[in-house]
Every structure is written in C-alpha cells, then in structure tokens.
C-alpha cells in the first residue's frame, strides 16, 4: 500500500443518548418503547502528519441483537455497553496502519473474544450472540471509515479501489474472488434516490378504529395517513409467525388499506415485503401462509416484493429449514442468521436467495457481504435498525452505493423521531419523505457524509 494511503488509530470516544419511542413497535414478541444511541469519534492520523477525526453511530438494537428469555432489557444493555466498550480498548490499542476494511477485518476476532469476556465477567447464563458483538461493533466501523474517506477528501465509497485498499478480496472472502476489488461491486457515485420501505408494525393502527390511544402529535396515526403524508409505496409487513389466521387476516387488512389510500392519490402499483422475525415454527407454516393469501387475493400476493428470513436464525441448529419451496415463489432473504461468508453459503444452500443487508452489521461486513451477493446473483435490499439521524444516514449510503438494492427501509420517522431533529434541515431529502422515496443523491460529502453539530 502507498504510505500516504495508510491511517492508524489515535484515539477512540464514545457517547451515549437515550430516546422513548412516541408509539411502542412490536419486535419478536417484545412491545419496545425505547432506543439507546451509541455516538463514536474515532481520530486518526496517516504517516505524513495528517490527522482527522471520524464520526459513527448507531442504535443499540439490544432485543434485536441479543434477544434472551433468561435476560432482561437492562441486563442485555448493559452487556452491549460493555462490549462497546471494550472494543474502544481494542481500537485504542491497535498497532497497525491500513485501509479501515482490512483493519476491521483484522479485529473483528477480538472483538467477539471480548464478548465472551464480558459474558464470562458478568456472569450470564448464555452467550453474547456474535450478531450482538457486530452491531456494538459497528457505529467504530464507520467512524473508522468515515475518517478514511474526510483524510483524503473523498466519499468513503471512492476509496474501496486498489489505490487505497490494495488487497483484493480473496483475503475476506475466499479464492474465487481472486483479482477482483471491492470497487467491482460499490459504486462510486451514489444513485440519486431510492423507494422508502415505511414499516407495518403489529401494533401499528391500520384504520382509525383501530386507534384506542391517539399519539396527539401531528403525525399520521393510522397507515392510510401515512400513505398520504409519505407518498408511500412500499409496505414492510410485521408479522407473528404464531397465528396464522391472524398472520393471513393482517395482510389482506393492510392490502385493503393501502389500495383504497392509493387509488384515491391515482397510484396503481404498490409493493410489499413480509417479515416473520424467524417466528414461524417451520417452512410448513410459511408456505400454508402463502398458499392461503394466493388464495383469498392475488393481487395482494403479486405486490410482494420478498419475504425476510422466517424461520430461526441458528441456521445450523435447524438444518431442516430448508426454504427452496417458499424460494421459487419470491425471493426469501437472509436477515439475523447473516454473520459472515459462512452463513452466507449456508443460506444459499438451505434455499435462501437473498440478502438484506444493515448498516447495523457494519461497514464493512456489509460491504463484503454485497460483494459476494453479487456474485451469487442473490436479491438485495438494505433493512433498518429503527436508524435515527446519522446511523440512518449510514444505511442510505450503504443502500445507495449497492447495486440492485430494491429499495431502502426508514421507521424511525413513525417511532422516534425526536431523535431525528438536528439533522431534518441539514438532510431534508433524507428525513422529510413526501414523495416516497429518499433522495441519497446529496450522499457526495467526504468520509460517510454525517457530521454533527456537535462533532469535533
């Protein structure tokens, strides 16, 4: 690597905030009315003297990453905390100059050492799932790359060539990516807009019978306001993956909302994607849910642009999951169970044939993990965290320089969006949708392209 393309780490800072939800979003089984934001600066400096500093963050999706019957909230927050915390440590001490992909590569297995210490300290009656360790470790991850790219005044995703990242990417995934680079599979330029994905939640009010407790804040309460307000026409559907009936019912219910809201605005195609949280007990019951919808409307059914990971998650634990049924009908995407290159070739054996990728997981996982999406022709899309403010803006620049993603999910506009208010004016095409999509084409500033008020 040319020396001036190099950085090492200087310095690690960590900060804190705590959101409540305006309205409580069901995930799981699990009615979640709050958010801890983890904010990272990350200052570096390159051998020529030259020092900048990089900003991160993320939410600490603590029921998502770490969902435990043994554990409650605060006991699996306070784990994540700690984590967080020790990957700083890490960081603080590395050695090594490089290109951020190769510097996280090279971590990352200390990373998940520490959780394991951290579990062990703690005592914890199971282990800190390794997607845990990957969303504490992320928001360090982009501030790691978004100081690479402010360095040398360039987006961070112009720098994913092999005259700053001179390993191709046989070392991350494998020889038969021999002689190809990360450029191959990113683009440079971000694509000017994608469609907003607008989550259904299950507790979320389909009609205004349905709102017992009216919110009072001047945003939508039902989901054929949000239509209206958003310009929406993509639909993510929560599901239980317990109850059929109710499953089958919520989604001809959301259909006939969402065709009466849109034939009154002249819209005449909409999409939908379904997501089970790996809830559903067995490929059976996914595929009796598909079968019944075809069966009591066809319409709806043809609007479904995919289905997200339905079964559990421990893919190797459940080996008889197998989704190449469900898999000819539509594309079913891999979600949770995405850790690594492995689980990747695991999916696509059992049936999986497609990837959503988070900016939860981190830059580079995700970067990776695009690749190599690509080159197996699997579908793509970029799924949320409930990302307010910059970690959002993480996601949309991910999903903006991936080709072929879909569209792009955003929810922390319906549940936290107080956590969203210094950044409206700075990025009003990001945070305030009228027309249903986000407009990524102003994602051109140097490094990630979030920088706070408040940053240093």
């Not at 360039?154 to 450029?183: I, Q, R, V």
Request: net charge negative.
């Amino acid at each position: 690597m040319a020396n001036r393309s190099v950085i090492r780490i200087e310095d690690v800072r960590t900060e804190y905030r705590d959101y409540t939800y305006r309205t409580p979003i069901k995930f799981g089984g699990v009615a979640l009315d709050r958010v801890t934001l983890l904010n990272v600066n990350v200052v570096v400096s390159s051998p020529d003297g030259r020092r900048t500093s990089g900003f991160g963050s993320m939410p600490l999706g603590n029921v998502w990453s770490f969902p435990s019957r043994a554990l409650s909230y605060d006991q699996t927050l306070t784990a994540m905390k700690q984590v967080a915390e020790r990957v700083a440590d890490i960081m603080r001490r590395c050695p090594d100059s490089g290109h951020p992909v190769h510097l996280t590569w090279e971590m990352e297995s200390s990373f998940f050492a520490a959780a394991q210490q951290v579990g062990d300290r703690l005592g914890l009656p199971e282990p800190i799932p390794r997607l845990c360790t990957l969303v504490a470790a992320s928001p360090f991850d982009a501030a790691l790359h978004d100081a690479y790219g402010k360095l040398h005044n360039l987006s961070a995703y112009e720098t994913y060539s092999s005259n700053y990242l001179p390993h191709d990417l046989s070392p991350y995934l494998g020889a038969e990516f021999a002689g190809e680079y990360l450029d191959r599979y990113v683009l440079r330029q971000p694509r000017p807009r994608l469609p907003l994905y607008h989550l259904v939640g299950a507790l979320d009010p389909l009609e205004s019978s349905d709102v017992s407790a009216p919110v009072g804040d001047g945003l939508p309460e039902t989901l054929g306001e949000w239509i209206e307000y958003n310009g929406l026409t993509h639909l993510k559907i929560k599901l239980n993956g317990s109850e059929l009936a109710w499953d089958v019912d919520r989604v001809l219910r959301v259909d006939r909302v969402a065709r009466s809201a849109q034939l009154a605005r002249g819209v005449d195609k909409w999409w939908y994607s379904l997501d089970f949280n790996e809830r559903c007990p067995n490929v059976d019951y996914l595929l009796e849910f598909i079968h019944r919808v075809k069966e009591k409307n066809s319409a709806a059914f043809s609007r479904v642009q995919y289905i997200e990971q339905p079964t559990a998650r421990d893919l190797e634990a459940h080996p008889d999951q197998h989704v190449h049924e469900a898999s000819k009908l539509l594309p079913v995407v891999i979600d949770e169970s995405l850790l690594d290159l492995e689980s990747l070739l695991l999916a696509r054996e059992m049936g999986y044939t497609g990837v959503a990728l988070k900016a939860c997981k981190g830059q580079t996982q995700s970067l990776l993990m695009a690749a190599a999406a690509q080159k197996y022709g699997m579908f793509l899309c970029v799924q949320d965290l409930t990302c307010p403010g910059a970690s959002f803006i993480h996601s949309a620049g991910l999903a903006a320089h991936v080709p072929g993603v879909a569209a792009i999910e955003d929810n922390t506009r319906q549940y936290v969006p107080a956590a969203n208010k210094e950044w409206e004016q700075r990025f009003p095409g990001l945070f305030k949708i009228k027309t249903g999509m986000v407009e990524t084409g102003t994602l051109t500033g140097s490094g990630l392209g979030a920088v706070p008020n408040s940053a240093t």
